[in-house]
């Protein structure tokens, strides 16, 4: 690792704009596939992943289910207010991104749907200039509300897609809570799994739920002055124990995401597997970091100045993986949410 590393604005490279993918591909597995070792790197499609991974491989994907988390409102003097639910604290009250934020003080209501739903502001946050809203709603009606009324929080980079609601979803999507996709797991579909299965390479899941703060530029200038948005994560008993058998018999933990990868190692265990349970992460990892239990990585193409972009680094090396971006550009992959993938099989935490 050196001093350049370390700084925001080396994590910086042009990307045109034609280049940012505004739907997915179809079928999902038809994505193109960047496959990196240790020596070189070569592209595939992603439905070949059965013949690039290995019998006894585990691959761990977050079962989050993004929310409708965009709602737009109305004040009683009939101006136009957007708001973005974020993280609950309980679950009618919501820490939320508001535009216009300046004309929603605390005390400020807001109706959706015609009034369908009101909100009232209750606090704001200073970390990120949101604030925090009460809905005055029986707790078990709000999500059929929020399902009626809110909208798919597709990222501001996607401004010209057509593509429908569940295609920002996976298929393995359970669990409601985030505002974000895990978007390397869009790749696979069904069929692809019963290939994986065929070859003897099995899955089991994680869950966080994916907030704003993972996908939020770095704004300090040292990258270690940043600090992490906080993001609720589980591991079951059934998913440890599947870590522990792959360990035992000599197979890879292949994190299906940057979601994964950070979910695996916050709850590592210091011998290669993890403790189940719930809690909350704010595990930024970046050039330096030693990976305890994740030992291969499928991810989308990232932001500039991302932390996303700093963990992939952290696998490969910073100049490594601007030089293979910048291949990928050229040779005309597709990036961000809807985009293509890599499969990252060095770094970890065992010799791949």
């Known amino acids: 690792m050196s001093e350049r590393d370390l700084l925001t604005d080396s994590y910086d490279y042009d990307l045109p704009e034609a280049s940012i993918a505004q739907n997915p591909v179809e079928p999902r597995d038809q994505a193109r596939l960047l496959v990196v070792d240790r020596e070189d790197h070569r592209h595939c499609r992603f439905f070949e992943l059965p013949d690039l991974l290995a019998p006894g ?4 994907l ?15 003097t009939g101006g136009r207010v957007e708001v973005l639910l974020v993280e609950p604290r309980t679950p009618t009250e919501w820490l939320c991104l508001v535009k216009p ?15 369908l739903l009101a ?15 009460t ?27 057509s593509a429908r609601p569940e295609q920002y979803q996976t298929i393995y999507a359970r669990r409601p809570g985030a505002v974000a996709a895990p978007t390397a797991g869009l790749h696979f579909t069904d069929r692809l799994f019963e290939q994986l299965a065929a070859r003897g390479i099995e899955h089991t899941h994680v869950t966080l739920h994916v907030g704003l703060g993972t996908f939020r530029p770095v704004a300090v200038e040292r990258i270690t002055d940043h600090t992490m948005h ?20 000599g197979g890879r933990v292949v994190a299906v995401g940057t979601t994964s990868a950070r979910t ?11 403790i189940p349970g719930e809690r909350r992460s704010e595990l930024f990892i970046y050039p330096g970091y030693r990976w305890q239990v994740v030992d291969a990585l499928i991810t989308n193409f990232h932001l500039p100045r991302s932390t996303l972009l700093m963990m992939v680094s952290s696998l490969i090396g910073r100049e490594r993986l601007l030089s293979l971006y910048g291949e990928a550009v050229g040779d005309g992959y597709r990036f961000y949410s809807f985009g293509d993938a890599m499969l990252i099989l060095t770094g970890g935490c065992r010799t791949l």
């Open 264 to 274: 695996l190692e916050t709850c590592a265990a210091g011998d290669g597997s993890v």
């Open 119 to 133: 909100a009232v502001v209750v606090g704001s946050d200073e970390r990120t200039g949101g604030r925090w809203l």
């Open 230 to 249: 906080s993001e609720w994560l589980e591991i079951s008993a059934e998913a440890a124990a599947a870590i522990r058998r792959t360990r035992a018999r």
């Open 62 to 76: 977050n079962d989050t289910r993004v929310i409708p988390a965009r709602l737009f409102g109305e004040k009683p």
């Open 135 to 161: 809905f005055e709603v029986e707790a078990e009606d709000f999500e059929p509300l929020l399902a009626k009324l809110g909208q798919m929080p597709l990222p501001p980079y996607i401004t010209r897609s």
């Open 57 to 60: 491989d585990l691959l761990v």
């Open 101 to 115: 934020a300046r004309r929603l003080g605390i005390g400020a209501r807001v109706e959706f749907g015609g009034g």
